[in-house]
């Protein structure tokens, strides 16, 4: 039964994303529509700085923030965790 209800899911899943590319029509991209305005486009380095590497440096960021300012004193497990366990099975 578990894998009928996952066939099941993974096909709407297939049918939904095929019915939205279909839907979806990057050809009218091509047709200028009024008070369209685009800038100019942006080179390898800045579409990498801005798509990679600024993301990198957030995560990054974040990341420092948190191990820096994490004040928990308990980093050991605890003695006799692995025997308590072993006793519960």
Known sequence: MDKKN???AGALAAGTTL???LMSSPA???ARDDGD???PGLSVI???GLYVLAP???FGV???L???LDRSTDRRPKAGTKAKLAAKA
């Open 6 to 8: 996952a066939l099941r």
């Open 19 to 21: 019915m939205m590319l």
């Open 28 to 30: 009218l991209a091509l």
């Open 37 to 39: 305005d685009p800038g």
């Open 46 to 48: 800045e579409t990498l």
């Open 56 to 58: 990198l440096v957030v």
């Open 62 to 64: 974040i990341t420092g």
């Open 66 to 68: 948190v191990m820096v």
